[in-house]
């Protein structure tokens, strides 16, 4: 399994403002996944985030309003960006990690964000 | 999209007895992974289960898979308290979409004292 954690943990921001989560894993992968999951809804990928190489967005999500960060295989950032009361939700990184040949996946304790 | 669709949308049982969740999903899949999540928490990964998989077993979970159906259920047996959270099956459809989930709309579960 893999240990992560996301700061902060929750966070209050005005509109128009831009807020970075952080997330940290315990161990050294090679994939991490950011999430969003908004009020009382399922989960939604935004983008994939691969170290060395530019992050993959899904449909509908874009880099100017989501732009990611790898620096390296145990770190991300996810920067949201101008934001309106719409982002208000639960951010979640996830990474994959392989435990005999099963490639599970584990999330992160998510950020709380809600935008006034 | 979301390709995966749960029901019950919300269960409401007695401690002791066993929860059925179901999870139907549209395309064809690598696995299949059931996760939960507390008062809207993060995510706590329960099991996996590989398309050439038809059950597994993980203490109180039972997972089944039946491909043909595109269908997949969770069994909580003994229910306690404690498992009071919303579940959430998640495949991995693998090839170019590898590692990328595609989540059920999740289901409910209380469980009363």
């Known amino acids: 399994s893999a240990v992560i954690s996301q700061k902060p943990s929750r966070d209050i921001c005005q509109r128009g403002t831009s807020l970075t989560i952080q997330c940290q894993v315990d161990?050294?992968?090679?994939?991490m996944f950011w999430y969003r999951q908004q009020p009382g809804q399922s989960l939604t990928l935004i983008a994939t985030?691969?170290?060395?190489?530019?992050?993959?967005?899904e449909s509908g999500f874009v880099i100017d309003k989501f732009p990611i960060s790898r620096p390296n295989l145990t770190f991300s950032t996810l920067t949201v960006s101008n934001m309106s009361p719409e982002d208000s939700s639960i951010y979640l990184c996830s990474v994959e990690v392989w435990e005999s040949a099963y490639n599970e996946q584990f999330f992160g304790p998510g950020t709380r964000l809600t935008v006034l | 999209s979301q390709q995966g669709e749960e029901d019950p949308q919300a269960l409401s049982i007695q401690e002791g007895e066993n929860a059925t969740m179901n999870c139907s999903y549209k395309t064809s899949i690598n696995n299949l992974q059931w996760y939960r999540q507390n008062s809207g928490r993060g995510l706590v990964h329960l099991i996996l289960i590989r398309s050439n998989e038809r059950e597994k077993h993980s203490g109180r979970l039972r997972v089944t898979l039946d491909t043909s159906k595109k269908s997949s259920s969770l069994l909580i047996t003994a229910s306690r308290a404690a498992d009071t959270a919303s579940y959430f099956c998640a495949t991995d459809a693998g090839g170019t979409s590898y590692g990328k989930l595609t989540f059920g709309q999740g289901t409910i579960l209380t469980v009363h004292p």
């Open positions: 985030a691969n170290q060395g190489s530019e992050a993959t967005y």
């Open positions: 161990s050294q992968v090679t994939m």
